[in-house]
């Protein structure tokens, strides 16, 4: 079963939070029970002041425990007197749990004062009746108290085991002469404790009730704004499904989330580039092929009429557009090649300056046919060496010769230059002019551009030479750029690795 994102998202945080609240309320509810119930036991124990008196009284005597030890009806007498001393005995008392009325009191009637103090006595009773037996009687509630040495050592009470009892110490002259012990409580028995307790319980409810009512909230929400930009992605990537490669996404988000927002974004203009590239590129063959296939197709027809005659010159003709439309072909095959890094490549230690000389040789008398004049500066002091193929480098430079000829203006100087700089050979080659414009620059290594203005169409090329030599020279680590220089003229710039 198929379920979507938003829903797993929702159900994740929402679980979450059940489980944390659910943990919180049990460890809270229990530490507050836990906590309140060592507090009444604690407050209870310090009531017992009157209990203390006694037993200090009993201490200074004989100076120990002995008149008290096992003795019951000592032990008797002292919270017999206690209850004396003190009729209004608290809930939280731990002599008895069950309130007696205030005999002294001058706002009850005769009647129920000689009822109260009726009431008292068998309530003092029944004390002594439990303080004798030191069991649990039939309303189940034992008494709860007991004296220890300075040792911890039991001296009387019902004590099976001292970690069971609260301690607090009897002091003569700030020295600790034994302890009062009070059972701790398991369970509180009170009504007003356990009211108070239960009010504590259902507030921690409530509040976890309440947070949980938010964290549903919370969580929609947040499943929501996490969905949002994920959705957004979705629509973009369905939308360049469909060739659609101007679509933009916007994500206000800074998380991880916007960085994929902006890659996808990234991704979709570079492919709008692309399908402009390829529509420029099919249109820039279709007419490249075209020309020399309409010129050919125009020879043979008037061969065919009769208008032209078979002679040297048609031949010549048809033959040199033939080797045009072949050139194209080549250097588009090349640059397929290059682009999609299967252009082979066989590297070696070389000198590039000995490859732009034996180049200049090859090309010497066709630049002074075309009356350029070469101004070459090779002499570097220091071995030059770097890592490449001659071949490729030598067709880079065959390629640039082959575009100054073509454009370079005549009469006309070339200036070939060589330097080191930064264990890097760099190579500049310049020609007297025409320049191209500015606007130009950057596209001059782009396949099949020509500035219109200056470098016609009809002297020839296929406009991929120096988008070749790019592919070669960055394949060997280095670097190729076109400037102006002063003079109106135009500057390709090469750089190599030094090695």
Not at 54 to 65: A, F, G, M, P, T
Not at 254 to 276: S, V
Request: glycine share 6%; net charge positive; aromatic share 8%.
């Amino acid at each position: 079963m198929r379920i979507n994102l938003f829903y797993k998202l929702f159900g994740a945080f929402f679980l979450s939070s059940v489980i944390i609240v659910g943990l919180w309320i049990f460890v809270v509810r229990y530490y507050v029970s836990d906590n309140f119930t060592r507090y009444v036991n604690k407050f209870e124990l310090e009531l017992q002041h009157e209990v203390m008196s006694e037993l200090i009284k009993v201490y200074s005597k004989d100076r120990n425990w002995n008149s008290l030890r096992h003795n019951k009806t000592l032990w008797i007498d002292i919270l017999s007197k206690t209850i004396a001393r003190n009729p209004t005995i608290t809930p939280h008392n731990p002599l008895y749990q069950l309130q007696p009325g205030h005999p002294g009191s001058s706002e009850m009637h005769e009647v129920e004062k000689e009822f109260a103090e009726k009431d008292f006595k068998q309530r003092k009773q029944l004390i002594k009746h439990r303080l004798s037996n030191q069991h649990p009687s039939n309303d189940n509630r034992p008494i709860k108290l007991a004296v220890f040495d300075k040792n911890k050592q039991a001296i009387v009470g019902n004590v099976k085991k001292p970690e069971q009892y609260i301690l607090k110490p009897i002091k003569l002259n700030k020295k600790t002469i034994g302890w009062l012990g009070l059972r701790k409580r398991r369970q509180l028995s009170n009504p007003l404790d356990i009211s108070f307790l239960k009010q504590q319980t259902q507030l921690i409810y409530t509040v976890g009730g309440g947070i949980l009512s938010l964290s549903l909230v919370i969580s929609f929400l947040l499943s929501r704004h996490i969905l949002s930009p994920i959705n957004s992605l979705t629509k973009g990537t369905r939308a360049i499904a469909d060739r659609k490669f101007e679509t933009r996404i916007t994500v206000k988000t800074r998380d991880e989330l916007a960085d994929l927002a902006n890659d996808f974004n990234t991704m979709a203009e570079t492919l709008e580039k692309f399908e402009d590239q390829r529509k420029q590129w099919i249109s820039d063959i279709t007419h490249e092929l075209g020309t020399p296939l309409s010129i050919l197709q125009g020879e043979i027809e008037a061969v065919q009429d009769g208008i032209r005659q078979i002679e040297s010159d048609t031949l010549e003709s048809l033959h040199a557009e033939v080797l045009h439309l072949s050139k194209i072909v080549n250097d588009l095959r090349e640059l397929s090649l290059a682009e999609t890094g299967g252009l082979s490549f066989k590297k070696d230690s070389i000198n590039p300056l000995n490859v732009i000389t034996d180049t200049i040789s090859i090309f010497e008398k066709r630049f002074s046919k075309r009356q350029l004049t070469l101004d070459v500066n090779l002499n570097i002091k220091e071995t030059i060496s770097t890592i490449g193929d001659r071949d490729r480098l030598q067709q880079v430079f065959s390629n640039i010769f082959e575009n100054t000829l073509r454009y370079a203006d005549s009469p006309g100087t070339i200036s070939i230059r060589a330097g080191i700089e930064e264990q890097k050979v760099h190579i500049r080659i310049e020609d007297s002019g025409p320049g191209v414009p500015e606007g130009s620059l950057e596209h001059l290594f782009d396949r099949l551009y020509r500035v219109e203005q200056s470098r016609n169409r009809a002297i020839g090329g296929s406009g991929l030479g120096l988008a070749i030599c790019k592919h070669i020279i960055n394949a060997h680590d280095g670097e190729i750029k076109a400037s102006n220089v002063p003079g109106n003229g135009l500057r390709i710039e090469i750089t190599l690795p030094k090695t």
